[in-house]
Each structure stands twice: as structure tokens, then as C-alpha cells.
């Protein structure tokens, strides 16, 4: 991780920003085909996210879930994990977090939001740890996986809120109860949304890279992303890796999800998400699993989520093609040969995302 | 090279692994394009580009690894690619059903036509594809190690079928490494070593102990300087250990051995008798079926490879890339790749980078790895400096129990002689090694005790004398 030459760092910069560029080359075209302008549209994109009032405080909004959720999925990367369950994650996490602020009543501001928060983490933990496990002792395909206990993630939510036992009587609407004020995390800057969980985000980014890159526990899941038949021999515990970082992983969905409760909503609807914790594997991808280039990452999207709203209002074009974005810089990042054959560049020295499975087939 | 095959014979390529005999036959099969040199077939040039060409002559291939589709029944994986279309693009399984049964009984080759492929035996799949290649009008049939798969029975079902197939007239080309299955089967038998054809012999002028010879045999005899072995109390103990490979058939049928400290003990043996298995058991990567491994007076037949990495087991693993070294990480991080969470690499959960740093500038040096800095990545390294990186981690942790499979294949004689002198010298410091070469000259040159080892068992323990080569290759075989 020390000492990469500039060089290397240029070419680690240049995949990502010429992939985002490729993006909105694609998307552009995709918009012209449809009847409109795609520099109005850009534009408006670009208004609403950074220029009208309120619209930078929003983008910084919805970046907040995307860092925690980037780096949950990053560091299953990291192991040769691909969890596509954060979503899942994400809705038990805003399940566990919005239980605790609603329900308990009198405490103080800090260990509320505390113990809020680390319920939120606690269930991401628990809905991970159960395809971890899975993995671990089976060998059962974490993408299979974790793709249907979304599923069942978004059916006991509905089945919870949506007259369930955790449903608000006293609401016509199908919702949880409002959370205790002292649980809701303090709003940064007045007459905006924007709230102290983008503090905690931008705090959990070095916390992640030191777990990668200076604790045990980083070392055994990158030596086990790169090698598991070496990291067996070596004596370390693959099942016991693949398990906690799993774990790790979700309980930094989940923690996301309790901090949008507590930060933004502040109290369920049965559907909470708007596709977070998918959008979070383009971001992870996109920031090549790096902690830090999570924050630019995050940003990016964060502003394209909020911008997209403006755009569809301004000029009629659907923040759908925000998806189309999305989704070229996910096969650029995810293609590198692909990229090199356009670009004919050197290709940056960065550790290549493993999707574990018996053939260890590199992505 | 030169290689000539006839019609009618049961024709064997008898090598070591890496020898060169696959990469030979894929070249035939059109796989592999040879870089100069040509093939005749049926006294004329043959150009074989690609596996159709091959086809087209009338060469038939049959994988190791089988290239069948499971879920489809016998019929449609052997038609598959030459089926018979009916008039509306339908294929006509029916008489691609008659044909395969035709075939089956004229070759004696009984396969149900309507079965599917997924729920036959090994043995069986074997047949299927033979099957294959025949119905493709194959007149030489190449068969990649094919009895490696297969139970002893099985095998005695292939050589009768093989025997009926020469007999019709056809020429097969049989690859293998094992000894046994030659003389049972061969018609000529053609040796080959590094790359090269080393003897063309029948098995009735030539006994296993000659083949034997010319497989592992090496003309130039490397001398390692050592003195004579002061044995110390054993370490390490094998009792009456049974151990399964991976298809659950017992690999190492009840070895019985002693290692003690200050002494190498060499595991004679051609590649597939069980080594594998024995070694994987040794270092608590397997779990042996039943018997006991006794280290340092303490039983740990069934502990983790990390308690056996704690208990003063070093192991160098056959298989570098797989099993020794991460590629992508640095070569300080391989280094502690065992040892990474304890002190003073690691305080807590949190590692000591500085540590690390110093103990691998420490390694890097007493072993020569030549590196530009520790942070370099492995996978950079020339193959001789990624095994020394293998040597140093085991041998830096100051181990009791070396366990070194194949410690030396295919590095420059350069590596070989550090490797082997580290050895000596940690076993002039008290250490214990086994080592499990196919070479036969690394043992004899290195061991104390050489310990042979046919068909999972050790047939024998002889002093490590060069004198003893003639007997050595003769248990080898199984012939004494």
C-alpha cells in the first residue's frame, strides 16, 4: 500500500474518472436518442446537485449511506467476497436502529444515538452473518446467497411495519413510529437535512483502511482474497476469515441503514431504500475497493442521486439514465481489458477484485 | 525428438511430470502449434493446426480431465458436434443410439446409450469418451494418464479394452508415469525426461528397475557437501497412518516411520504413491482415515495445520504458487504469512509493520533472495527467489520438523545448491526433515535414510548410499 510511484497513482486515478466520463458519454447518446439535450440535461444534473440552494447540503445527504455501504462491500471484496446483500443489510440495520430509537424514551442524546446505532450494526452483522455461515460451512455461493435474503429482508420488513406488531397505530400511513428526538442524529447545518452521520461516514474511512492495512485481522482477509490454498497452508482459518468478514461487511450496511433513520427519516416506511445498497457495489467497484477513494466515490454518486431529481423535473428526462451512468462504469471498473483495448493504457498496479469461487475467477 | 508409433500396439510414454509427454500430445492434437519439427501420419506430412485437423486424420484424444457434458445421456455427448440432422433440423438420437450400442459391442465397450452421462462411474465416463473418439473414425488414440482417476479395477477394464483395440488394428499412444501399468500393457515403451526421448524399449528387454532408472535418473549426480548424521530423539512419529486422497480411496495404506532430530529422511518414490496424501497429513492439511502422528511425544493426528505450524512444523509445499507464497502480497508479508499475529509482528490485533520489516531485511539477506526492497511483490520474483522466500519463512522460524516436498523442482542449479545446503545446515542444528523428491538424485544426495514408497506404503528403508540406487529403483517399481 506504501510507497506507490506517481506514476501508478495517476494510472490508478485515470480508470475511474475516464470510466465516469465514459458513462455520461454513453448516457448522453442514450438521452439524444430519446429527443432530448443532453448538455440541458447534464447541466440540470449538475444544477441539482451543486448549484441551487440546498443542493449541496443533499447530495452530502445521500453520499452518507453510500461511503459506509461502499466500504462494507469493499472489504467482502477485499476477501473474495461479492455481497450483493447489503440492501438486505441495509433494511435489517434500519429495522434493529429505528426499533431502538422509537422504543426506548429518556436517555441521554449520545448513548441513545450510540445504542441506536449499534443495533443498526448488530442486525447488518446478523443478516450477513447468516450467508457467511452458509459459506463458511457449506460452501454455499455468497451471490446466491445474500441476493435472496434481500428478499427475505424486504418481506419482514413489510410484514413488520406494514401492519405489524411495529407498525404506528396512530399513523394512517403503514410506518414505524417516530423515533425519540433524542435519538435523531443533530442536523450539521440549519435549514438542511444534512446531519452528523456524514461525520461518522467520513470517520469510518480511515477506521477501514487501518483494519485493511494494519490489524490481523486485515491481513488474513487479504491474504485470503488473494490466495485461499496458500492461506490454508500458512494455517489460517479460510471458513473463519470468509465469516467475519462477512459480518464486517454487513454491519457496516447496517450501520448505514440506522444512520439514515436516525439522520434522515427518522422514523420506517416499509420501503425505506432507494436502492443504496446497489448502487454502493458500483461505488465500491468504482473506488477499486480503496478506502479512501470511497470518499470521491460516494460523492459522485451522492451527487448524481441528488441531481438526477432536478434534472427529471427540469427537462423531463427520466433519472433513470442516471442508472445508464451507473451501470458503463460499472463494466468499465469491472473490465479493465476492456478499458486497455479502448485506451491502450498501462494498467494501474491495483489489487484485482476476486469473486470467489471454485475456479477463482477474476472480475 | 523423435517418436515413431505403429499400427496395432499399445504404444507407452513413460515420464516424470513436467517430462514433457502431454505437452508432446497436445502438440499432436493440434492444441499446442510445435516450434519446429514434423509430424508424419501414414507415411505423409500431416499439418495439424487444431483439434479438427487431428480429428479429420483420424487422432483421437482422450483428456485426463474428461470433456463430457454431464446432464446429457451418453448418445448425445458422443454424437456431439457430428450429429445426424433430420430433415427438419432435428437430431436423430435414435440412431445415434443404435450406432453407440453398435460400437459399444464391437469393442467391447458396454455403455447404456440412453444413459446419463452424470450418473455414471469414472470408469464408465472413460468409456464414453473412447467411445467418442471412435465415432469419430479415431485410428490413433491418445489417452492422457488415463488410469489416474480410475480404481485398479477399472484400470484392468481399460487394458482389456485397450489390448481388443490394438488388436483391430488401431494405435494407441498411452501417457502415464506409473511403472506398473507399463509392463502390463505396453507393446513399446518410449522414455522421456526434460523434454527429451531418453530410450525406446519393450517391456521384455526392459525390467521396471531399468525404467525406472531412465525416468528419474539424472547424469550429472549434484554433491552436497554434509557430514555424517548425528540422529538425535525422534520428533516426529508415524504409526500404522492410513490416509485417503480425494476421492475417499486410501492414498497411504499404513505407514509406519520414525524422524528424528538431526537427520534427513528422504521419501523415495514415482510421483502418486501416496506422497501427496502422506505430506498434506503431516502438516494438518488432511486428515488422515486412522493411525497416529506423534510430534514431540504429543499426538496431533487430527489437529489444524496451525497447531502444527505452532508445534515446530515448517512445511515446503510441492506447489508453490497454490500452497507456498501469496503472489500479490510483498515478500515481507510472505514471510510472516504464519506468524503475522504473533509478537512482535502483531500487538493485539494490531501488526508491527516495523517488525515485519526487519525480521524479512534479516531474512532476505541470510537467504539470498534477491530483491529490490521486502515491499516488492513476490509474484515479481524469478522462481528460484520465490522458493527461497518459501525456505526462508519455514526454516527463519526455527523449526523441529521440516516437512519438504519437491523443494527444489524446476529451479536453476544455483537455487538448488542454497536450498540444499540450508537443509543440511538447519539438520547439523538439531532439525528433523523429511523430504519427499521425485528426484531420485536429490534424495541420494541429501538423505540420511532413504525411505521408499509404493502404492501408499514404504517398502523399504535403506541406508542413503549411492551404491543403493540399483535397489532403491527396484522397490520403486515394485518390484522388490
Known amino acids: ?115 441506536a446505532l449499534a443495533a443498526g450494526i448488530l442486525g447488518g452483522f446478523l443478516w450477513a452473518a447468516v450467508p457467511g455461515i452458509l459459506k463458511a460451512r457449506f460452501g454455499a455461493h455468497e451471490v446466491i446467497t445474500t441476493i435472496m435474503l434481500n428478499y427475505v429482508a424486504f418481506g419482514l420488513v413489510n410484514f413488520l411495519i406494514n401492519n405489524g406488531p411495529m407498525v404506528d397505530k396512530a399513523s394512517s400511513a403503514p410506518r414505524t413510529p417516530y423515533i425519540d428526538p433524542a435519538a435523531q442524529l443533530p442536523i450539521l447545518a440549519a435549514g438542511t437535512r444534512l446531519h452528523a452521520g ?48 462477512m459480518g464486517i461487511s454487513g454491519g457496516l450496511a447496517g450501520l448505514a441503514g440506522a444512520d439514515e433513520v436516525l439522520g434522515v427519516s427518522h422514523y420506517m416506511p416499509p420501503s425505506f431504500s432507494v436502492g443504496y445498497g446497489f448502487d454502493a457495489i458500483a461505488v465500491a467497484l468504482l473506488a477499486r475497493s480503496n478506502p479512501w477513494a470511497m470518499l470521491p466515490a460516494a460523492f459522485l454518486f451522492g451527487a448524481l442521486s441528488s441531481g438526477s431529481r432536478f434534472m427529471q423535473f427540469q427537462t423531463q428526462v427520466s433519472a433513470d439514465v442516471i442508472s445508464i451512468v451507473e451501470a ?6 469491472a473490465a479493465p481489458a476492456l478499458f486497455q483495448w479502448i485506451f491502450r493504457l498501462r494498467r494501474a498496479p491495483a489489487p484485482p477484485i476476486k469473486i470467489a469461487s471454485e475456479e477463482g475467477a477474476t472480475v | 525428438m523423435d517418436l515413431v ?75 456431439l458436434g457430428h450429429e445426424t440432422v433430420g430433415p427438419v433440423g432435428t437430431v436423430d438420437l435414435a440412431k445415434a443410439q443404435r450406432e453407440v450400442t453398435a460400437l459399444g459391442t464391437r469393442y467391447g465397450l458396454d455403455v447404456d446409450p440412453k444413459a446419463r452421462v452424470a450418473d455414471l462411474s469414472v470408469g464408465i465416463q472413460q468409456r464414453v469418451e473412447i467411445l467418442k473418439t471412435l465415432y469419430r473414425g479415431a485410428r490413433l488414440l491418445i489417452m492422457d494418464e488415463p488410469t489416474a482417476v480410475l480404481t485398479p479395477q477399472e484400470a484392468q477394464g481399460l487394458f482389456d479394452i485397450l489390448r481388443s483395440l490394438a488388436k483391430e488394428g488401431k494405435a494407441i499412444i498411452f501417457i502415464t508415469h506409473k511403472l506398473g501399468e507399463v509392463i502390463d500393457i505396453a507393446d513399446r515403451i518410449t522414455v522421456m525426461r526434460h523434454g527429451k526421448v531418453v530410450a525406446t524399449t519393450t517391456p521384455g528387454e526392459s525390467s521396471p528397475a531399468d525404467l525406472a532408472r531412465l525416468m528419474v535418473g539424472r547424469p550429472v549426480m ?259
Open chain 1, 328 to 333: 458503463t462504469v460499472i463494466m468499465f471498473v
Open chain 2, 5 to 79: 508409433i505403429e499400427w496395432g500396439q499399445v504404444h507407452a510414454l513413460l515420464g516424470e511430470n513436467g517430462a514433457g509427454k502431454t505437452t508432446l500430445m497436445n502438440v499432436v492434437y493440434g492444441l499446442i502449434r510445435g516450434d519446429s519439427g514434423d509430424i508424419l501420419f501414414d507415411g505423409s506430412p500431416a499439418v495439424i493446426h487444431q483439434p479438427t485437423d487431428a480429428i479429420r486424420l483420424g487422432i483421437g484424444m482422450v483428456h485426463q480431465h474428461f470433456m463430457l457434458i454431464p446432464p446429457l445421456t451418453v448418445a448425445e455427448n458422443v454424437i
Open chain 1, 1 to 115: 500500500m506504501l510507497n506507490k510511484r506517481p506514476r501508478a497513482i495517476a494510472a490508478a486515478v485515470l480508470l475511474p474518472v475516464i470510466s465516469v466520463v465514459a458513462g455520461f458519454v454513453v448516457a448522453g447518446l442514450a438521452v439524444a436518442i430519446s429527443g432530448a439535450d443532453p448538455f440541458q440535461s447534464f447541466s440540470a444534473l449538475f444544477q441539482g446537485a451543486f448549484i441551487n440552494p440546498r443542493a449541496l447540503p443533499e447530495t452530502l445527504v445521500a453520499t452518507t449511506p453510500y461511503i459506509f455501504l461502499g466500504l462494507g462491500i469493499a472489504l467482502g471484496f477485499r476477501a473474495g467476497l461479492f455481497n450483493i446483500g447489503a440492501e438486505g443489510q441495509f433494511y435489517i440495520g434500519a429495522l434493529f436502529g429505528v426499533f431502538i430509537g422509537y422504543s426506548l424514551h429518556g436517555l441521554p442524546s449520545v448513548l441513545h444515538i450510540t445504542l
Open chain 2, 222 to 480: 549434484l554433491q552436497v557437501d554434509k557430514g555424517p548424521a548425528r540422529p538425535g530423539k525422534p520428533v516426529m512419529q508415524l504409526e500404522r497412518l492410513v490416509i485417503d486422497d480425494d476421492r475417499r480411496h486410501p492414498a497411504v495404506n499404513g505407514v509406519e516411520l520414525e524422524i528424528h532430530a538431526g537427520e534427513i529422511v528422504g521419501v523415495a518414490g514415482v510421483e502418486g504413491n501416496g506422497q501427496n496424501e502422506l505430506v498434506e497429513a503431516l502438516v494438518g492439511l488432511r486428515q488422515p482415515r486412522s493411525g497416529r502422528i506423534v510430534l514431540n511425544g504429543r499426538e496431533v493426528t487430527h489437529a489444524t495445520a496451525r497447531t502444527f505450524i505452532s508445534l515446530g512444523v515448517g512445511h515446503i509445499p510441492a506447489d508453490r504458487h497454490r500452497m507456498g507464497i501469496v503472489l500479490e502480497h510483498s515478500i515481507a508479508d510472505n514471510l510472516v504469512l504464519s506468524t503475522y499475529d504473533r509478537p512482535p509482528f502483531a500487538r493485539g490485533i494490531v501488526r508491527q509493520l516495523a517488525a515485519v520489516l526487519s525480521y524479512a531485511k534479516k531474512l532476505i539477506k541470510s537467504f539470498d533472495v534477491r530483491a529490490e526492497s521486502p515491499a516488492q511483490l513476490v509474484g515479481s520474483l524469478s522462481g528460484g527467489n520465490q522458493q527461497k522466500v518459501v525456505a526462508a519463512r519455514e526454516l527463519g522460524r526455527n523449526p523441529k520438523v521440516l516437512i519438504a516436498s519437491q523443494p527444489t523442482r524446476g529451479l536453476d542449479v544455483g537455487s538448488i545448491e542454497f536450498i540444499h545446503k540450508q537443509i543440511v545446515q538447519q539438520r547439523d542444528a538439531g532439525l528433523g526433515v523429511l523430504l519427499v523428491s521425485s528426484e531420485l538424485d536429490e534424495i541420494l544426495s541429501l538423505a540420511d535414510r532413504v525411505a521408499v514408497m509404493y502404492r501408499g506404503q514404504i517398502v523399504g528403508v535403506l541406508e542413503g548410499k549411492a551404491a543403493e540406487r540399483d535397489r532403491i529403483g527396484l522397490m520403486m517399481a515394485g518390484a522388490a
Open chain 1, 198 to 245: 456524514l461525520i461518522l461516514a467520513i470517520l469510518a474511512v480511515p477506521v477501514v483502511w487501518f483494519l485493511l492495512a494494519r490489524t490481523t485481522i486485515g491481513f488474513r482477509i487479504r491474504s485470503v482474497g488473494f490466495s485461499p490454498t496458500a492461506s490454508r497452508a500458512a494455517g489460517i482459518s479460510v471458513a473463519w476469515t470468509l465469516l467475519t468478514t
